[in-house]
């Protein structure tokens, strides 16, 4: 199959293809996706096998325009740099699948748009498409090329496992999750979150996308019922509301130089954090008045710029 040419392509509004019990294969040099839909395209797949080889070659993916891909009970493989198993400028679903990615991250999402991961096991090199600065795991951006409209990015991982594969050159350095450029939620509920960075989030500009100063990134990170572990890094252009309820459990260190532009975190009575060094937010709202389910662990925990353990 050659450079740009999809596999299964649906278009336009009212078109809508289903696609079950199936191979796919793509062996394009670049462009050559597996699953692709665009301008309101709809794609619905179930128990499929499906390989691409090129460059820029997602396995499930939409563009311009947006696009709706639902796949279930399938098999993805990706090979090729900048290839994810999933490349969303619009809406992907994912359940009961397992993935890898071999020359990229397991998940990007563009824009105003989404990507839900369930059931699902997903592993990557994290190895990024942009002269090393988006390395990662899940990478949620604004590339500002018009293919994806402007707003919020959203991501959602629910009872499953994603991997950078531990064999991979950027295994310890690659962020888990990269936000740049753009605001972005993101979702994780009973999640295995497996990397060798020791950092869980990247939140940054760059000088890749956006413009000078305008570009870094605001999450709404919400942990439900999830384990979560390593630092949350953030510059002076970025924020981040962290919300952990039903048990949570974070263990790390939150804008441990004190760079980032805000950090509001929110607590339930029954979540827990545990430091590994120095923590600083703008704001914090503990249901635990006696911030017993704090385990400060040597370190101080700052609460606009006053310690809470002093």
């Not at 499953?160 to 939620?185: C, D, G, H, R």
Request: glycine share 12%; hydrophobic share 30%.
């Amino acid at each position: 199959m050659g450079k740009a040419s999809n596999a299964v392509f649906a278009s336009g509004s009212s078109s809508k293809i289903t696609i079950t019990d199936s191979t796919i294969t793509t062996t394009g040099s670049s462009g050559a996706r597996g699953l692709d839909a665009t301008y309101g395209g709809n794609i619905v797949g179930k128990n499929l096998k499906v390989t691409t080889q090129g460059a820029s070659s997602a396995a499930l993916a939409t563009d311009r325009g947006e696009g709706s891909v639902t796949v279930d009970h399938s098999t993805l493989e990706t090979n090729g740099k900048g290839s994810p198993i999933i490349y969303s400028t619009g809406k992907i679903t994912l359940t009961n699948s397992k993935g890898n990615a071999n020359g990229s991250q397991n998940v990007v999402v563009e824009g105003k748009n989404s990507a839900t991961i369930t059931n699902s096991t997903l592993s990557a090199s994290g190895v990024g498409n942009r002269n090393n600065v988006d390395n990662a795991g899940v990478m949620l951006y604004q590339s500002m090329s018009g293919d994806a409209g402007n707003g919020t990015a959203n991501f959602t991982s629910t009872n499953s496992t994603l991997s950078i594969q531990s064999t991979s050159s950027v295994y310890k350095s690659a962020p888990m999750f990269f936000v740049t450029n753009t605001s972005a939620i993101v979702n994780l509920k009973n999640t295995t979150l497996n990397f060798g960075s020791g950092i869980l989030m990247s939140i940054k500009a760059t000088s890749e996308w956006g413009n000078n100063g305008h570009n870094g990134g605001n999450v709404t990170l919400n942990a439900d019922s999830q384990t979560l572990n390593g630092a949350i890094n953030l510059d002076k252009l970025s924020t981040l509301t962290f919300n952990l309820k039903n048990g949570s459990k974070y263990t790390g260190q939150i804008n441990s130089d004190q760079s980032a532009k805000s950090v509001k975190l929110t607590l339930d009575a029954s979540s827990k954090i545990t430091l590994t060094g120095d923590t600083y937010v703008s704001s914090l709202e503990d249901a635990d008045s006696t911030y017993s389910n704090i385990n400060f662990n040597g370190y101080k925990f700052y609460v606009n710029g006053k310690a809470l353990n002093a």
